[in-house]
T-cell receptor
C-alpha cells in the first residue's frame, strides 16, 4: 500500500524566515495531496491541496510544490510567524484512490 | 455553517462503561469519517460512511461501533474499552461520497481517557 514519510520530524525557524517542510510518498499513481496544520489540542486544519496535474500551487503565504518524478511534496511558508507553530501533516490519496494516508508529521517551532 | 463539531471535548470512562461520541456537520457533505490519533502520531482511519452507509471499516475492534443516523450526524459508540484505546478521536467530513480526491475537513476531536 501507500506509505508516506517526512524528512524531518522537527523544524525550528526564526520568525520572519521562510519554512520548508518535506514529504515523500511511494505510489507514483497518487493524484491528490493535502497539507494539514494541527495546533495543540485541535483537529487538523486544511491548508492547501494540489492535484497531480500541477507542479505548484500558491495560497496566502503558503506554496505547495509537487515533484512527481521523485515522488516528493513540499510545503513552503513565507515569513513564518509564531502562529505557524504547529505539527504539519501531508496526506496522500492511497493506492485505491479511496482514502488518505497521512505522513508522520513535522513539528514546526518558530523562534522569536 | 462551515465546520465539523464534536461532543464531548473530553471524556473519561472506565473499562466497563458505555459511552458515545457525537459528530455533526451542516455543510451538506456526503461522506463522514472517524479517525483515531495517538500522541505524536498522525491520524489513523477507523470508519468511513458514504451516503449514510458504512463503506470502510479498517479492521477496528467491535468495542467501537459507528452509527450514522442521518447525513449530518455520526456517532461512535464505545463499550468495554481498554486503556490503550485512550486517544484523540477525530471526525471529518468531505463533500462527495464514494472516496477519491475529496478534501476532508476535521472537527476538533474528543480526547478520550480510559481508566
Amino acid at each position: 500500500g501507500e506509505s508516506v514519510g517526512l524528512h524531518l520530524p522537527t523544524l525550528s525557524v526564526q520568525e520572519g524566515d521562510n519554512s520548508i517542510i518535506n514529504c515523500a510518498y511511494s505510489n507514483s499513481a497518487s493524484d491528490y495531496f493535502i497539507w494539514y496544520k494541527q495546533e495543540s489540542g485541535k483537529g487538523p486544519q486544511f491548508i492547501i491541496d494540489i492535484r497531480s496535474n500541477m507542479d505548484k500551487r500558491q495560497g496566502q503565504r503558503v506554496t505547495v510544490l509537487l515533484n512527481k518524478t521523485v515522488k516528493h511534496l513540499s510545503l513552503q511558508i513565507a515569513a513564518t510567524q509564531p502562529g505557524d507553530s504547529a505539527v504539519y501533516f501531508c496526506a496522500v490519496l492511497d493506492n485505491y484512490g479511496q482514502n488518505f494516508v497521512f505522513g508522520p508529521g513535522t513539528r514546526l517551532s518558530v523562534l522569536p | 455553517d462551515t465546520e465539523v463539531t464534536q461532543t464531548p471535548k473530553h471524556l473519561v470512562m472506565g473499562m466497563t462503561n458505555k459511552k458515545s461520541l457525537k459528530c455533526e456537520q451542516h455543510m451538506g457533505h456526503r461522506a463522514m469519517y472517524w479517525y483515531k490519533q495517538k500522541a505524536k502520531k498522525p491520524p489513523e482511519l477507523m470508519f468511513v460512511y458514504s451516503y449514510e452507509k458504512l463503506s470502510i471499516n479498517e479492521s477496528v475492534p467491535s468495542r467501537f461501533s459507528p452509527e450514522c443516523p442521518n447525513s449530518s450526524l455520526l456517532n461512535l459508540h464505545l463499550h468495554a474499552l481498554q486503556p490503550e484505546d485512550s486517544a484523540l478521536y477525530l471526525c471529518a467530513s468531505s463533500p462527495k461520497g464514494g472516496g477519491g480526491a475529496d478534501t476532508q475537513y476535521f472537527g476538533p476531536g474528543t480526547r478520550l481517557t480510559v481508566l
